[in-house]
């Protein structure tokens, strides 16, 4: 006997351990059946469950449990990452409280500290995935510095470098002072700051009293700039370029370039190039080859070793003492003591305020500094090309569409990727040095240690790298490491390359490209023949999530109040393709209500029998309501799994909602009342039959979306064995007799009465007051329909009486069309009717005068340039529903306008 409610915090918890102790989730290499494969986007190891997570997991989930009822051998891989910087930092976190540090236990004991917090507290995502209903394959479970993994790091960077695709150079990259290594675009953040712009006056040498003026908002990276750019076109400077400036401070002499870089409608039209720390300026250095030396070091201190030698004196515009007292100054300070000198000289034109985009460390916040150093690198140029092609083949397709276009710009203009961190924790580069600086790549120790006796013709020490690999290296061999490569396991050759992967736009080129890369450069094929973007999770009201805005949603809080399907559910239902989630507490909390309603209807077929019909045969179905019933889903298992198909989340989630809520339980259930009623007679056990069938095909349905409630009535039902629903197979249509011709008999009498009832709404007829239902120029068969179904239009439309009106409309009808006949409800006295017209039209004005606001501010183009999208969006949404609310209420106020 099924309780009064559903209890989530008591059913999930049962029913995921029984699925996960019964081998639910596990993939079957030996399986005659068809693979399916999906690779989970592992979680970083420190991670706790974020509405992120919830949204792409929810996804994932959702596909892989339809394509397991649909007979195929999913894999769903689980897994987590190492996560380089953000690990290193909670473990020196813990260090830094203790009194100790990483320097002070020395790399080794450092990284049995990280293992140890790994062992002990490492898990917490897996457990919280599996509160979210993931029915991921946990045996499986891999880590991207478990050993295998990092055997396949290792032979891939082996492997590479020997191509020469991996490379040691000196390039710029994103510094972090604070932690002190390079870091990923994806781990930098821009920020907007109110800051300065400082327009610099450089002498022009020898012309004396001639001065170039450049823009900067960074006057302490001055002491390394080594030229001045103009545009080639700028006539104000054509004359200047060739000729040579005087550095201030510095003395030295800079030369005047044309660089297409400069933007003469910026600034002065005038840049200081800066190649050590600007990424631009890097560009225009390398083609004029210019001078690059660093005038900051790894904490972002003035530092002079690479510029001591140009230190020259020049009256009133260097003094190279003053330069030597900047020597070991944070930058912040460096800038000050620089302004204020280069305004006693004479050589600060003007500062202006000036607000920019400061890049910053996701990761504790440090103000990024452009770098040259040594770095390791990959050519991710050539090893883009064949994943531009297979793409644009169609070997592997995006969904949606468009996100192919994000792809190609950044995969055809890819620089080299920095694939070297100075980190502890992470893949060591298996590369060691020789007194010499001579670098032998090799699969370990032993191996350089071959290659160094063959090139010195004796044993010499070798010292490996002290860094580590971007997690992205490691994360780009997830498709093919995960499941056993380099050894050609039984699972490499059956499950890769994966059916789909899901992820964010925001990790297309971060995780996607170097996964198509690494994919096709090693596997010689795709790792995916489909990747499924989603949008971003955000408010209710449109905003990104964020600490600062105090919006952030927490879905473990969710799945407490509401339980996992209520989120699960509003998840599905808001995903549409290529859109972001709006999503918020409130939305949760009704879709709880699509559960208890689901719940309900299933008690109410509990009380009057209903259990499942070994042998049911919906061909022996003689009634129109069960005929209808069973036709609808059908209906509804075909538009769920086009939907599915299509990665349509919320038409999936929709076409299961509208059956099982609008036409099972408020319609089907209503209509069965009095037939169940009955008895033990043959209409109320076809009724019987019927709904367990329909039950049955509801619960099988929504269970990838909804899965703990679903498995929890199936069992109760009998349906099958406990925690079996998992497995039960994907309904399919069913065959039944004269659908045609029931569809349209039920059609009509729910229309009917959906009719009679938004005219009551719309005139304010209380629902205590019953309302003749007349029917004009009906024909004969429709009068027939309507006698049949005499009782429940008149319990379901309120009807006081039904029949064929004939002659002339009585006084203060209403009036609606249903094919053929007009529909004819008299409100004389039933309601005030002049009082009515008043009410609409009031409300008629009301709406049309929101409209007009909203579409003039809509047409106000400074207004659709300058707010935010989500903004924009919002007041759209406003527009339509107003104008909705107009149309709908002249409707209403012309049902009675002729009265």
Known sequence: MLSKTFTPAEAEKRLYEGWEGAGAFAADPQSNARPFTIMIPPPNVTGSLHMGHALTFTIQDTLIRWRRMQGRDALWQPGTDHAGIATQMVVERLLDGEGTSRQALGREKFLDRVWAWKAESGGSITTQLRRLGASLDWPRERFTMDEGLSRAVRQVFVRLYREGLIYRDRRLVNWDPEFQSAISDLEVESQEVKGHLWHLRYPIDGAPDRFITVATTRPETMLGDTGVAVHPTDARYRDLVGRHAILPLVGRRIPIVADEYSDPEKGTGAVKITPAHDFNDFGVGQRHDLAMPTVLDLRARVTLEEIAADLTPVPGVADPDFVHALAGKDRAEARKLIVAELERLGLLEKVEPHTHAVPHADRGGAVIEPRLTTQW????????????????????????????????????????????????????????????????????????????????????????????????????????????????????????????????????????????????????????????????????????????????????????????????????????????????????????SFVTKLWNAARFCEM???????????????????????????????????????????????????????????????????????????????????????????????????????????????????????????????????????????????????????????????????????????????????????EAIGRLARAADLGALEGALPKGAAQSVLDEATVVLPLEGAIDLAAERARLEKEIAKAADEAGKVERKLANPDFVTRAKPEVVEENRERLTAARDQVARLQAALGRIAGS
């Open 608 to 790: 009057n029998g209903v259990r499942p019909v070994a042998g049911f045969d919906p061909v022996s179905l003689r009634l129109p309501l069960t005929r209808w019933i069973v036709d609808a889903a059908n209906a509804a298992v075909a538009d769920a799994t086009a939907a599915l198909e299509a990665y349509r989340l919320n038409d999936y989630a929709q076409a299961g909602y509208r059956f099982t809520w609008n036409l099972f339980c408020d319609w089907f259930v209503e209509f069965a009342k009095p037939v169940l009623a009955e008895g033990d007679t043959a209409d109320a056990n076809e009724v019987r039959a019927a709904a367990a069938h329909v039950l049955g095909t509801i619960l099988r349905l929504l269970h990838p979306v909804m899965p703990f409630v679903t498995e929890e009535l199936w069992d109760q039902f009998g349906y099958g064995e406990a925690c079996s629903l998992i497995h039960a197979p994907w309904p399919e249509a069913v065959p039944v007799p004269d659908a045609e011709a029931a569809r349209a008999e039920l059609d009509w009498v729910v229309r009917l009465i959906g009719e009679v009832r938004t005219v009551r709404s719309e005139m304010g007829v209380p629902p205590s007051v019953k309302l003749p239902v007349w029917l004009k120029d009906a024909a004969p068969a429709t009068l027939a329909r309507a006698e049949r179904w005499r």
């Open 377 to 592: 690198f990959c050519d991710a140029a050539t090893l883009a090309k064949p994943a531009i092609a297979a793409v644009e083949s169609g070997r592997t397709q995006f969904v949606p569409k468009q996100w192919e276009n994000t792809f190609f710009a950044w995969m055809r203009d890819i620089q080299p990727w920095c694939i070297s961190r100075q980190l502890w924790w992470g893949h060591r580069i298996p590369a060691w040095y020789a007194p010499d600086g001579s670098v032998f790549v090799a699969h370990d120790e032993a191996e350089a240690q071959a290659q160094a006796r063959e090139t010195f013709g004796r044993d010499v020490e070798l010292t490996q790298d002290d860094d580590v690999l971007d997690t992205w290296f490691s994360s780009g061999l997830w498709p093919f490491s995960t499941l056993g490569w380099p050894e050609q396991t039984p699972e490499l050759a059956r499950y890769y390359p994966g059916d789909v992967l899901v992820t964010g736009f925001d990790i297309i080129f971060f995780w996607v490209a170097r996964m198509m890369m690494l994919g096709i450069h090693v596997m010689e094929d795709v790792p995916f023949h489909t990747v499924y973007i989603h949008g971003l999770v955000r408010d209710e009201r449109g905003q990104k999530m964020s600490k600062s805005k105090g919006n952030v949603i927490d879905p473990l809080a969710l799945i407490d109040e509401f339980g996992a399907d209520a989120l699960r559910f509003s998840i599905c239902a808001l995903t549409g393709p290529g859109r972001d989630v709006k999503l918020g507490r409130a939305r949760v909390e009704s879709d709880r």
